[in-house]
């Protein structure tokens, strides 16, 4: 019995030594792969370090800062938002104003909330508004293409709700849309090429209002406007001198009446069968933000329009300007044309025209901008005493509070006065304004 109790405590410890040696064989093997484990991770460092420590010097070789721990975290952030995606995977941004505007007018205004013209007092004697309005309000997109070579590729397409209003009870708040602008764009480092609807070319330059957004200020008293189509080169030579010029499309201006049509009808500029002609030259130091500009353009326009048997021409020419020392800007456009009804010349009239606008603008502080000027348009000729107005004058005044970069707030007073035959009609005009661009 001594000698089986003896033999098994014996195969028991010979069992339990092979198991410890492979206990320590096993441990010894994780020990040597823990090792190679740590030595490829030090590795990966040690080369992680190298890129980074390239990437710093050529971005010091460059002059610019290196990486920092808030740009990554705003570069993560910007990421990990929802993004606006198109079919062709390239981006897109979406982009808008909410324009709230509160508005009252003295007198009879055609427009109530942006007027440009003042008619005749009602029959009942009362004239004078008050009221508040969204259709100022804008939304768009932006879409960036692919490069082509060295040049960019772009296209914008925007809108308001300035189309007017349904012929429903409560239309006065169900403002239609309305294209403002939609063009594609390709951009090298001197030259760009843009066709669609923008500004026309001719005197792109308007004056400093948040309450006129969109039509803007002084529109029939000096201050020419038109979004068209077009096909337009532009092309910056040494820096400071930049050109464009190209066709637009043939617009007379000389739609009547109040009734929406579904279709563009045939009037005196399509029946021309020409597109405008316009061309500008503008010289140019510093950009539109800078405290130090100096701007001034030339730019004319060439069209026609079928009256009838009879082919009529319509041109216009523009001389604009803006400059900026610090905290004081000026800014303006004179011009002169015939049958430039369509960008609001001769107070909207077939005839011969001038006039022009100028405003002050002051700058106290980074988010305080005050700017007050005036306008005129004179018919000229003999035709101005057969016509429904001669002469239409504008004054305004205002100033804009920046809240935020996208938040922005401002009171503006505006003095219009039409001259019909030998009648005068002044409105006094005042406006509330607050936004929010997006």
Same mark, same amino acid.
């Given at each position: 019995?001594?000698?089986?109790?003896?033999?098994?405590?014996?195969?028991?410890?010979?069992?339990?030594?092979?198991?410890?040696?492979?206990?320590?064989?096993?441990?010894?093997?994780?020990?040597?792969?823990?090792?190679?484990?740590?030595?490829?991770?030090?590795?990966?460092?040690?080369?992680?370090?190298?890129?980074?420590?390239?990437?710093?010097?050529?971005?010091?070789?460059?002059?610019?800062?290196? &990486?920092?721990?808030?740009? =990554?975290?705003?570069?993560?952030?910007?990421?990990?938002?929802?993004?606006?995606?198109?079919?062709?995977? !390239?981006?897109?941004?979406?982009?808008?104003?909410?324009?709230?505007?509160?508005?009252?007018?003295?007198?009879?205004?055609?427009?109530?909330?942006?007027?440009?013209?003042?008619?005749?007092?009602?029959?009942?004697?009362?004239?004078?508004?008050?009221?508040?309005?969204?259709?100022?309000?804008?939304?768009?997109?932006?879409?960036?293409?692919?490069?082509?070579?060295?040049?960019?590729?772009?296209?914008?397409?925007?809108?308001?709700?300035?189309?007017?209003?349904?012929?429903?009870?409560?239309?006065?708040? !169900?403002?239609?849309?309305?294209?403002?602008?939609?063009?594609?764009?390709?951009?090298?480092?001197?030259?760009?090429?843009?066709?669609?609807?923008?500004?026309?070319?001719?005197?792109?330059?308007? &004056?400093?209002?948040?309450?006129?957004?969109?039509?803007?200020? !002084?529109?029939?008293?000096?201050?020419?406007?038109?979004?068209?189509?077009?096909?337009?080169?532009?092309?910056?030579?040494?820096?400071?001198?930049?050109?464009?010029?190209?066709?637009?499309? &043939?617009?007379?201006?000389?739609?009547?009446?109040?009734?929406?049509?579904?279709?563009?009808?045939? =009037?005196?500029?399509?029946?021309?069968?020409?597109?405008?002609?316009?061309?500008?030259?503008?010289?140019?130091?510093?950009?539109?933000?800078?405290?130090?500009?100096?701007?001034?353009?030339?730019?004319?326009?060439?069209?026609?329009?079928?009256?009838?048997?009879? =082919?009529?021409?319509?041109?216009?020419?523009?001389?604009?300007?803006?400059?900026?020392?610090?905290?004081?800007?000026?800014?303006?456009?004179?011009?002169?044309?015939?049958?430039?009804?369509?960008?609001?010349?001769?107070?909207?009239?077939?005839?011969?025209?001038?006039?022009?606008?100028?405003?002050?603008?002051?700058?106290?502080?980074?988010?305080?901008?005050?700017?007050?000027?005036?306008?005129?348009?004179?018919?000229?000729?003999?035709?101005?005493?057969?016509?429904?107005?001669?002469?239409?004058?504008?004054?305004?005044?205002?100033?804009?509070?920046? =809240?935020?970069?996208?938040?922005?707030?401002?009171?503006?007073?505006?003095?219009?006065?039409?001259?019909?035959?030998?009648?005068?009609?002044?409105?006094?005009?005042?406006?509330?304004?607050?936004?929010?661009?997006?």
């Amino acid at each position: 019995m001594m000698r089986r109790r003896g033999g098994a405590l014996a195969a028991a410890a010979l069992a339990l030594a092979c198991t410890v040696a492979q206990a320590r064989t096993a441990a010894a093997q994780d020990q040597a792969d823990l090792a190679r484990e740590i030595a490829a991770l030090r590795a990966e460092v040690q080369q992680l370090r190298a890129r980074l420590d390239a990437l710093t010097g050529a971005a010091a070789a460059e002059g610019a800062a290196p &990486p920092s721990l808030d740009i =990554l975290q705003a570069q993560v952030a910007e990421l990990a938002q929802t993004k606006v995606e198109s079919t062709t995977k !390239m981006p897109v941004r979406l982009f808008g104003t909410v324009h709230a505007g509160v508005f009252a007018n003295s007198a009879n205004a055609n427009w109530l909330d942006n007027p440009n013209i003042i008619t005749a007092t009602p029959a009942d004697g009362h004239a004078g508004t008050t009221s508040a309005s969204l259709r100022q309000t804008r939304i768009g997109i932006a879409a960036d293409g692919p490069t082509l070579g060295s040049a960019r590729t772009n296209a914008v397409v925007a809108m308001d709700f300035f189309g007017g209003i349904p012929g429903f009870q409560t239309g006065q708040v !169900m403002g239609l849309p309305r294209l403002l602008v939609a063009y594609a764009r390709i951009e090298g480092a001197k030259t760009a090429l843009q066709v669609g609807q923008d500004h026309v070319i001719l005197a792109p330059r308007d &004056p400093t209002s948040l309450a006129a957004y969109a039509f803007p200020l !002084m529109f029939r008293s000096g201050n020419l406007y038109l979004r068209a189509p077009q096909v337009r080169v532009e092309r910056t030579f040494a820096s400071r001198l930049r050109t464009m010029a190209g066709i637009v499309a &043939p617009i007379g201006g000389d739609l009547v009446g109040d009734a929406y049509v579904f279709v563009p009808p045939p =009037l005196g500029g399509e029946r021309s069968r020409r597109p405008g002609v316009q061309a500008r030259v503008a010289y140019t130091v510093g950009e539109v933000t800078d405290p130090r500009l100096v701007d001034i353009g030339i730019s004319g326009h060439t069209g026609w329009e079928r009256r009838g048997a009879v =082919l009529v021409k319509s041109w216009a020419g523009a001389v604009d300007f803006a400059a900026r020392r610090d905290a004081i800007g000026v800014a303006g456009e004179i011009f002169v044309g015939d049958n430039a009804d369509a960008f609001g010349g001769a107070t909207g009239l077939d005839a011969r025209s001038g006039g022009g606008w100028g405003e002050l603008q002051l700058f106290p502080t980074s988010r305080v901008a005050f700017n007050a000027g005036g306008g005129v348009d004179r018919l000229r000729g003999i035709r101005r005493l057969t016509l429904a107005r001669g002469e239409n004058r504008t004054a305004f005044g205002n100033v804009i509070v920046s =809240l935020s970069p996208e938040v922005q707030a401002s009171f503006e007073y505006r003095w219009l006065r039409t001259l019909a035959g030998t009648t005068e009609r002044p409105n006094h005009h005042f406006d509330w304004v607050l936004i929010h661009k997006f």
